[in-house]
């Protein structure tokens, strides 16, 4: 099982930012969910076809990881497994992504900086309360081929003006209300025991409008916000079983980064948001199989 890691804040701090994990530093495949779910889960038709993400928010101080720590973090993920072209344009927007390579020691060295917490400050954090940015873990089955977002911080109130680095070049746009969300779609890959995870930046902003949205069985009207899908800084990772994406703010903080995986936390204070996505399953060939069995 998992550690707990918590936001990084002094003893005295009374709200504070934190995920659950369990007792040693492993992910537990189906550990996580309690006997009702993975009932639910076990019932649900064509469920044992779906992949399962594992998505955990790790909520520091903005002040609380210097370079050198920063630095013994990072050796344990693997920022190459990323195109270089993407991973630089991630990096000037002030984004750092990759692949984590000896999941042990990066949850070790995370376990290193956190603090204990009492009852109200974690029921505060996983409440989410007066936080910008998201706190907790989610389990998410998906379907191959289909498109599922991730809010990663509460909608700024009012208007901003949203900057994104690309190609030399920087664009800019003025947002109301505008929200930032990750979204990501799965789809094969040539071996069975990986698949291809895209993740993509998006904002979502401006009032709701109803459009038409067609499926293969009928026509519906989907109530959505426009949406800035920022394509330059999509990430595309060919990941297995158990493999780990982590996706946090460079050091300095700089760019979309301070907009997208920043914001402060319930104590009013400043919070850099680590975003933590696991594969924890890939549907065998035999789990399809059964599948299609009536």
Same mark, same amino acid.
């Given at each position: 099982m998992l550690g707990k890691i918590v936001v990084l804040r002094p003893l005295a701090t009374i709200a504070v930012a934190a995920i659950s994990l369990g007792g040693c530093a492993q992910w537990n495949d189906s550990g996580s969910m309690s006997p009702l779910e993975a009932t639910s889960v076990a019932s649900t038709t064509g469920q044992s076809k779906r992949v399962v993400l594992e998505v955990r928010f790790v909520n520091t101080a903005l002040d609380a990881l210097d370079p050198?720590?920063?630095?013994? *973090?990072?050796?344990?993920?693997?920022e190459t497994s990323i195109d270089a072209r993407q991973r630089q344009r991630l990096l000037e927007n002030g984004v750092r992504v990759g692949l984590v390579a000896n999941e042990s020691r990066f949850l070790s060295r995370l376990e290193s900086f956190a603090v204990e917490t009492d009852v109200v400050e974690e029921f505060l954090s996983q409440a989410s309360v007066a936080s910008d940015v998201s706190h907790g873990?989610?389990? /998410? $089955? /998906?379907? *191959?081929?289909?498109?599922? +977002?991730?809010? *990663?911080?509460? $909608?700024? +109130?009012?208007?901003h003006v949203g900057l994104v680095s690309g190609d030399g070049e920087i664009t800019g746009r003025t947002l109301n209300n505008a929200q930032y969300f990750l979204a990501f779609t799965a789809t094969a890959a040539d071996s069975v025991e990986q698949l291809r995870l895209r993740i993509r930046p998006e904002i979502q902003y401006g009032a709701a409008r109803p459009k038409w949205v067609s499926s293969d069985t009928a026509i519906r009207i989907d109530t959505r916000r426009e949406t800035w899908a920022l394509d330059m800084l999509s990430i595309d990772v060919l990941a297995?079983?158990?493999?780990? /994406?982590?996706?946090? $703010?460079?050091t300095p903080t700089r760019g979309l980064a301070s907009k997208m995986l920043i914001g402060n936390g319930n104590d009013q204070d400043p919070e850099q948001l680590l975003v933590l996505i696991r594969v924890a399953r890939i549907p065998s060939p035999a789990d399809k199989l059964v599948a299609r069995i009536p």
């Open positions: 050198d720590q920063t630095a013994g *973090l990072w050796q344990w993920v693997d873990d989610q389990r /998410i $089955p /998906i379907r *191959l081929g289909r498109r599922y +977002e991730l809010a *990663l911080r509460q $909608p700024f +109130e009012g208007s297995a079983q158990g493999d780990t /994406i982590v996706m946090a $703010p460079d």
